[in-house]
């Protein structure tokens, strides 16, 4: 069935540092991909989607491109900063309407 | 506008007592979904409505757990004879219609921690 494998945490980064969270997924068909993002006492937000190969979402100085040859998505951003400290969540919607979501990968980041 | 609301926003239960979890989405979203988050860990589908209609119960762990939507708006997920294992962050989600790609915008979510 589908799934979703991202990268363990804690990702720990200085400000300004260079981000990579990885991801990738196992999905029959063409999937869309999505980045949610969950703030400290927040609700779950979507940080940015793709929804065929070689798409690139981007939003807030993150971007990730839908990889179909690597089946992948990475989260990428060239500087962190502390606001961005979250648990960042890879999902992907097959062909039903449900989400599938990797386990989350925590950031934090120090001034 | 408003997005989607949940209540309560925290339960405490103890084990073998019913809950009832609201979910209101934002309004004039036809689907709703519902899912549940362990600690430390991604939220996994239970159950989608598209307006009354449930289409995909596939989720729910066992059956202690039924969801309705019978006017197509607010729907309530309840848990009869909570046990601990229950215990989790209960996410309610909705979106405006279906479609490839749309985006689920989130509730806050209920923490229900059964003793």
């Known amino acids: 069935g589908n799934s979703v494998t991202q990268m363990e945490g804690p990702v720990t980064l200085s400000e300004e540092a260079f981000l990579t969270i990885n991801c990738t997924y196992t999905?029959?068909?063409?999937?869309?991909l999505f980045w949610y993002v969950q703030y400290p006492g927040e609700g779950l937000q979507l940080l940015l989607k793709?929804?065929?190969?070689?798409d690139k979402g981007s939003n807030k100085g993150f971007e990730a491109t839908y990889r179909k040859e690597t089946t992948s998505f990475h989260l990428e951003k060239g500087s962190v900063q502390v606001s961005d400290s979250a648990v960042y969540f890879c999902?992907?919607?097959?062909?039903?309407?449900?989400?599938?979501f990797g386990t989350g990968t925590r950031l934090q980041v120090f001034p | 506008g408003a997005g989607v609301s949940q209540s309560p926003r925290y339960k405490v239960a103890k084990r073998g007592q019913d809950v009832a979890l609201r979910c209101d989405p934002i309004?004039?979203?036809?689907?709703l979904f519902w899912y549940q988050q362990a600690l430390g860990q991604g939220p996994e589908f239970l159950t989608y409505?598209?307006?009354?209609?449930?289409?995909?119960k596939s989720g729910l762990p066992s059956d202690r757990f039924f969801a309705e939507r019978p006017e197509g708006s607010v729907s309530t997920l309840k848990i009869q004879r909570t046990q601990q294992e229950d215990s989790a962050v209960y996410l309610c989600?909705?979106?405006?219609?279906?479609?490839?790609?749309?985006?689920?915008?989130f509730g806050p979510g209920t923490r229900l921690l059964v003793l």
């Open positions: 999902a992907l919607k097959g062909n039903t309407d449900k989400l599938i």
């Open positions: 999905a029959t068909g063409y999937p869309s």
């Open positions: 793709a929804t065929k190969a070689d």
């Open positions: 309004s004039g979203h036809v689907s």
């Open positions: 409505f598209q307006n009354e209609a449930q289409l995909d």
């Open positions: 989600a909705s979106n405006p219609d279906r479609g490839f790609g749309e985006t689920q915008y």
